[in-house]
Structures are given as C-alpha cells and as structure tokens.
C-alpha cells in the first residue's frame, strides 16, 4: 500500500534557504505547544523569525455548507461549535441576525439574561486564553488557578443550560429556558470566587520579571497595521484604538450599562493580556448591572412564526400541535432578504451574513470569524521575534480552531 | 446612522444620485465588477472606511452573472458599515483584488477563492487556506455535492 501522503500544504517558502545561515522549520499542525491547529512554517535565522506563513484550515468542517441544509433553528448547535470557548455569544448573535431577517422583538428579560450570559461568556473566554497563555510561559500555578475558576463557570452554566461547553441554548425570539432557582446566588458566589484568583493572578504576573520580559515588546502591532488588517476586539483595543461594538453601537441591553473600554499602548503580548484581563473585571461589573436590572416576565417573544409554543399546549390543542409540527418539520419561514449583524465576540467581531429567500432553511450562511481574520495578520506579529515568542504570540491572538476553520 | 454622510455617498457614488438602499440597516451599494476597486478606493479614501471586516460570496446558479460577491467595509470613525455587491459570471468570476487598499484582503479572499473559485486579480497568493491543495472544485457552489468527500489520507478498508 502506498503510504505517501500528499503535502496538504504548499509553502511560501522554497525547502531550502538560498543563504547558509538560514533554516526552514516547520511547526505544528499538532505541535504540542501551540494550543490550536495550525501550522506555522518559519524561516529562521539562528532563533530570530525571519519569515512566516501560517496556515489555517485544519479544522475545517464544512460549517456553511452544512447550515444550507437545515432549519433555521438546527444551526444553533453548530454555531455553539464555532468558539467553542464562548458558545453562548455565538448562539446570540446567531439568533440576533435571524430576528433582524424576521423583524421579532426579543422580551425585556430575554435581552438583560442575553447581556448577562454573554458576559459570562466573554469571562470564560477571556480565562482560557489568559490561562493557555501563562501556562506556555511556564506559569502552571496561574494556570490551575484560572482553569479551577472557569470550571466553576461552566458547571454553574450547565446548572442552566445541561451542557458544560456547547449549550445550544439560544432560540430565536428567546432562549432554551429560564434561570433555575437559585442560579443567580450561586452567580453572585462565583463573582466572588472569580475577584480572589484574579487577584492572585495579578499578584503572580503583573510584576513578574520573567512574565515582563517574555511578553513586553512581543508580538507588537501598530494601531495601523491593526485596521488595516481587519483587527477588531482585544486585538485591536490592545492598540489603543477604543472600538467596542458594545459601547460604539450598542445592542441587547449595553446602552443601560455602565463600563468602561480598556486599551492598551503598545499593541504587544502585555497590553494583550492585561486588556483581557481589565475586560473581565468590566464583564463582572456588568453582570452585577445586569442582576439588579432583569426584569420579570417571558423570555420567549411572542411570535408563533419562530417560537415553539408551550409543551403543555401541543399535547392539549390541535393549533399548537400543528405550530410545532410545522416549526419543527419546514423550520420558521424567514423572509427572503439578506442581513449582517454582528456582536462584540470575546475575540472581536462576529458577524453573520445571512441570505434567506423565504423558505424554512438558510439560502446561505456565513460567519465573520475575527479568529480567521487575525490569523491574516499573524505572520506579522511573528516576524522579527524570536523562535520561543512564536507560542506565547499565537496564544496571544486567542485563535480559535472551531471558529477559524468553520 | 449619520444621514449626512449616506447622502454623500449616494451623491458621490451612485449613478444618477440614485437610491442608496439600506438593508437592515446596513446601506448596500450594488456595482458593476469594473467598478470594484475604484468604489472601494473612493469609498476608503474621501469617506472614511478604513478597514475591510468580510469578503464572500453568494452562490446564484442559472442567473446570468452567477456569483455575487459581497464585501463589508467598517468606518472606525464614524461607526458605520457599508455592503459592496457586484456579480461575476461563471465563465469568467474575476473581480479585482482589494488587496491594495487593505491588508486583510489577502487571507480573506484566499478563503472565497477556496470556496467559490473567483479570482481575485492582484491578489498574488490564492493558495487554499481553509482547503488543502489538490482540492478539486468549490465546496460552497451549490453544484457541489453535500456528500463529496475528497480525502487526502485513504480510509482504511474494513
């Protein structure tokens, strides 16, 4: 049998190097010290980076394609997969795009409890690349730390959702269910839990002298070269540059929020982190907003063309056991049209483009990844920099597989 | 929305001043392919949007001019967003390049080239970014078959 298999890649590089000094050295796609699959394809001098070209794709599945074949509300489980760090954000802004195409005004409670979980969502986020980050620097301490807490976020999100990771729990015109009893008391505890390790953290790394020189000065990128490069979310904010969909246009709830936009200076490695790490304190102080604000009452629209009627019912009256049937069976009918919309994701911005032309599935779906646009720019961030930056740069840019390769 | 601004922009820009439709609240400005790079030239320079977020394409097979590709263009100034449309047809989908005005462009077509096979002329690296080499065919026509696989590894007889 012939086992040769065919280079899935083709490199801008010629295998060998015209000067002596000089070597090619291929990294990933599964190296162990990047988190992610991609493959980076360096030329070096010694341990400096000449060049590099970074290659996505690995995980590619087909995500748009699958989407054309199913009802509206069946993508919902695939956009959770997209950053699978944040699967929350993705339902919500899934969904958003879609009621824009069906013009469905969201409940009161529905738009303060998709604030609130969003922002839980960006926290989780925010601590699995600070935590995979550190840990490439050999901070395995701050590591645990961060890695305990975000598992006492996942677990109380499967309290609410059953699911620790993919929730599936967005519904167009509303979400999955309501908050169990108790929820929020437990939210308020692990607020608490999360203000101790963060506070650890800090005093772990922001003064450390190794943490400092491993990250100051790395992997910089001027706020230019961030716009011209389609940069947005921390990428683009560690530049100094205040952009935030959150506050510039604001959607859901923000505009009745109080919190602040972190930037940074330098646009290096750092300013990466610590921009993060300040989003999560703003995240916490939202949340706490968004508790004292929600409001009684439904979280469902109400709207038979997209909003599946209540269980009892189907099983009671023929009109609602013909509402699911065909909500089920044919998938809302959207209006034919075509709609982007976007929301601030924890990475950047992740936009849907949808095309419908009014049948119960998709024309076309597609998903603004900031990941995929950030890979576009990472060979500049990796350049100039030594062979050892190359992870804790790329972790930096929090690529995330599920939502880069689609 | 700043109406002023939409106002220059369809003085500026369309033909005869005509309507600027605003779908869901992002205005859509429909060209002809020829026009592609100047508009966004125009549009980046003189009104702001500097920075170019998405670039992909919609699938219309038995129509004329087969594919449209749809660029979302972001004015980090003014906050507004802005939707180019053009159509290529199926014997030739060539449209320019947007490489020249912005960076992003490069990665971002890669990944509608791969789907779609349009050529972006002046793009100089069209290598498959989501796809691996020796893919054949456009996965996101709807010619293409769901089911198609195309492994590079072979499965392992049972």
Redesign the interface.
């Known amino acids: 049998m012939d086992m040769k298999?065919?280079?899935?890649?083709?490199s801008?590089f010629a295998p060998t190097p015209a000067d002596d000094d000089r070597v090619i050295v291929n990294i990933g796609p599964s190296h162990p010290a990047t988190h992610g699959t991609v493959q980076i394809i360096t030329e070096l001098d010694g341990e400096k980076v000449l060049r590099a070209d970074v290659?996505?794709?690995y995980l590619?599945r087909?995500f748009?394609?699958?989407c054309e074949?199913h009802t509206w509300h069946n993508l919902i489980p695939y956009v959770d997969r997209l950053n699978y760090c944040s699967g929350l954000i993705n339902d919500f802004a899934y969904c958003q795009a879609v009621e824009?195409?069906m013009q469905v005004q969201i409940t009161p409670r529905c738009r303060m409890l998709r604030t609130l979980l969003g922002e839980y969502s960006r926290i989780a986020d925010h601590i699995t690349c600070v935590a995979a980050a550190l840990m490439e620097l050999g901070a395995m301490t701050a590591f645990l730390y961060l890695m305990t807490l975000r598992d006492y976020i996942y677990e109380h999100l499967a309290d609410l959702t059953g699911a620790r990771v993919t929730y599936s729990y967005g519904r167009i015109g509303g979400l999955a269910r309501d908050l169990p009893n108790g929820w929020l008391k437990r939210l308020e505890q692990v607020l608490v839990e999360y203000e101790t390790y963060i506070g650890r953290i800090h005093g772990l790394m922001d003064h450390n002298r190794i943490f400092i020189d491993r990250m100051r000065r790395v992997g910089m990128l001027s706020q230019a070269?961030a716009?011209?490069?389609?940069c947005?979310g921390p990428m683009l904010r560690s530049t100094g540059?205040a952009?935030d969909l959150r506050r510039?246009?604001p959607y859901l709830a923000y505009a009745d929020l109080d919190f602040e936009v972190p930037v940074g200076i330098l646009g290096d490695n750092y300013d990466r982190y610590f921009v993060r790490m300040r989003e999560m304190d703003e995240s916490v102080h939202m949340i706490r907003q968004c508790v004292d604000l929600l409001p009684a009452g439904p979280i469902n629209a109400d709207d038979p063309r997209c909003v599946l009627p209540d269980k009892k019912l189907v099983y009671r009256e023929i009109e609602s056991l013909i509402t699911h049937f065909k909500l089920i069976i044919d998938g809302p009918r959207v209006p034919a049209?075509?709609?982007?919309?976007a929301q601030e994701g924890a990475n950047g911005?992740l936009?849907f483009?949808l095309?419908s032309t009014g049948e119960g599935q998709p024309?076309?779906v597609?998903c603004?990844a900031p990941s995929?646009?950030h890979?576009?720019?990472a060979h500049l961030m990796l350049q100039g920099g030594q062979l050892a930056d190359v992870v804790p740069t790329f972790g930096s840019i929090n690529m995330i597989g599920g939502e880069c390769?689609? | 929305m700043d109406a002023n601004l939409l106002e220059r922009i369809r003085h500026r820009l369309t033909p005869a001043a005509a309507e600027l439709p605003v779908a869901h609240g992002i205005p859509v400005l429909a060209l002809g392919a020829s026009q592609w790079l100047d508009t966004a030239r125009t549009l980046r320079d003189e009104f702001g949007f500097d920075m170019l977020l998405d670039v992909t394409a919609v699938d219309w097979p038995g129509q004329p001019l087969r594919f449209e590709v749809v660029a979302h263009l972001y004015s980090t100034s003014d906050l507004l967003r802005l939707r180019l449309k053009s159509r290529v047809s199926e014997s030739a989908p060539v449209i320019a390049s947007l490489v020249p005005l912005y960076a992003s462009a490069a990665f971002i077509e890669r990944e509608c080239h791969d789907m779609f096979g349009i050529s972006f002329a002046g793009n100089a690296d069209l290598r498959p970014i989501l796809l691996y080499e020796g893919f054949v065919g456009h996965p996101l026509r709807k010619d293409y078959p769901k089911r198609r696989e195309q492994p590079l590894v072979r499965y392992r007889q049972a």
């Open positions: 298999i065919p280079n899935p890649v083709r801008a290659h996505c794709g590619h087909g748009e394609k699958e074949s824009a195409l070269q716009i011209a490069y389609g947005t540059l952009r510039d246009t049209g075509e709609v982007y919309s911005e936009g483009y095309v024309y076309r597609h603004r995929f646009v890979m576009g720019v390769d689609r």
